[in-house]
């Protein structure tokens, strides 16, 4: 159970660079995100059979609203939007991939303790 609370940590350290960066610029996607992606660490750091759903579903959950807040941002500063859903492909495929890897060593949904 090493990998998911390593990558549940990791989360935790995007989710904190998220909500900072959502108090500074004072922006709803940026502290919604950040919270979308504590939601899914808390789920990797616990290790339960429910987790891998709930990792999931936060990851994509956060990489919807980023979206929405990268284009509407885009959008209300003149830039380019094309450039701007590039730049937020980039830097969400990044803990995409650490949800991903850490939800793949999770126990199965029907797993029992019995089991081990």
Excluded: K
């Excluded at 789920?43 to 980023?66: E, M, N």
């Excluded at 939007?81 to 650490?98: D, F, G, Q």
């Amino acid at each position: 159970m090493f990998l998911p609370r390593a990558t549940g940590v990791i989360l935790l350290l995007y989710s904190g660079f998220h909500m900072t960066l959502g108090l500074w610029v004072p922006q709803f996607p940026w502290l919604l995100t950040g919270v979308l992606l504590i939601v899914g660490a808390i789920a990797l750091l616990a290790c339960r059979p429910w987790s891998r759903i709930v990792v999931y579903a936060a990851a994509v959950a956060a990489a919807a609203v980023g979206l929405i807040g990268q284009v509407s941002a885009a959008g209300t500063a003149n830039a380019d939007v094309s450039l701007a859903v590039v730049i937020w492909t980039l830097w969400t495929s990044l803990w995409l991939a650490v949800a991903y890897v850490g939800a793949r060593y999770l126990p199965d949904p029907d797993f029992t303790p019995s089991d081990a």
